[in-house]
Each structure stands twice: as structure tokens, then as C-alpha cells.
């Protein structure tokens, strides 16, 4: 039986003091799962997957992820934490002074991986996102989809445990949306990533199998 990655008891989230965003919430989420978070405009999903990477701590309750909790985590172990995680999310833009290859090998370079790998999988990633030959393009010479897909180059090019994903299809034409939707199933199906969207609609081409989780009045639902 596979573990839990993403542990939450009794958890509550709030921006300012008494103004629960998120709260009485128990839901576990297990590893190599596909999971879309979903809810009304202003429910709290971003603030949820916020927690999930340590942005926002829990005023009550536990959460861990892959057993660490993150109550009162350390930077520094936060910072080791971020290693398997991968983001997208509309904050953590691209560079824009750095070109595409340099863009998706930041975080392999910060891993610490030798220049002839960083390179290898920097050129199967952007393959992947279709954008060979967009090297060496500046994120602002690239159309919303074309940034977009170079981010979710950049979330996986670590190979995460855990992909944590805000609206990642928001605004894109229906090529890109299918090129990213691909990635996250591949990366769910062949390497056993746990995938972790936010969205407004669970698109209808997945083909792997997933859980829902509802918000709603502040409550975290597992409603499939
Ligand atoms: N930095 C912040 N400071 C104070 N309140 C915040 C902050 N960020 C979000 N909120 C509040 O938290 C609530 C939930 O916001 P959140 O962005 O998590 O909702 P959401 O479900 O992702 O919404 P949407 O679907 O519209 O993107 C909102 O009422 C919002 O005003």
C-alpha cells in the first residue's frame, strides 16, 4: 500500500488573525496519486497549495509532507524540502533576463548535477515542451502557452516527488494545455510523481486515474 505524502489534521490557514481561510481540515493525499483541488473563486485552493510548499504556515494543526511537518519548519529545511518538489504556479515567474535553457537549468545547476547533464536533460525537456529551437529566446520573445510550457520544463526538471501545480492550463490555447496535461500524466504514470492541481475544471482527456478534493466553506472535501 503506498505511503501518504501530504498529511493534514485538523488544519487551519489564515492570512490575518482570526480570518480562517482554510480550516477543521483532515485529508491525506498518497504518494504517486493525481489529485485535483477544485472549489469556488476565493475558496482557498491557492492558499491550500501555498501550505504545501511552506508559504503559508498552519496557525492550527499538522501538516506534513513526506513525513516533515511543516509547522515550524526551518528555512533550511525548508529550502532541502523545495529540492523535490516541482511549481508552477502564476507567482514563480520566469526569469526574463535569462533565455529559455537557462531558465530550465536553474534548478538542476542548484542540485548540484555535473554541466553535461544539466545540459542532456535541459534538451530532452525542452523536446518535450516542444521548443527545440527556442533556446535561446528570452522568456517576453515567448507566447503565454510557449512560457508556460518552458515553467512546467523547469518544475520537472529535477524529477519531483511532488508536483504542485496552480492553475496550470489557465489562459492557454488548447495545444498547450495538451502538452502540459501530457507531461503531468507521463510524470504521474511512468515515474510515479504525485501530481497536485489546482484547477477550475478537471479536464476530460485524463486518462489516469484521479482523486478530487472540494473546498468549500473554508473546508477541505475528498469527494472522489
Ligand atoms: N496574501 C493574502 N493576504 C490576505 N488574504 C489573502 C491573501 N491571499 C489570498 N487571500 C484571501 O484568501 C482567500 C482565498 O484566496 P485563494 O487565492 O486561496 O482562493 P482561490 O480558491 O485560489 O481563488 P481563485 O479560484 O479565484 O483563484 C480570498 O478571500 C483572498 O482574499
Redesign the pocket.
Known sequence: MSKNVIVAKDLYLE??KDTP?IKDSTFSIKSGSFVFIT?P???????LLKSFYGELKPKQGILQIGGVSLNDISTSKLAFLRKYLGIIFQDYKLIEEWTVKKNVMLPLLIAGYSKNVCEAQTARLLRHVHLTGKENYYPPELSGGEQQRVAMARALAHNPVIILADEPTGNLDEYSSRVIWGLLESANEQLGTTVVV?T?SIPTSLKVPFKHFY?EDGKVYEIS
Open positions: 492570512y490575518k481561510i472549489g473563486s476565493g475558496s482557498g485552493k491557492s492558499t489546482v477550475h473546498i
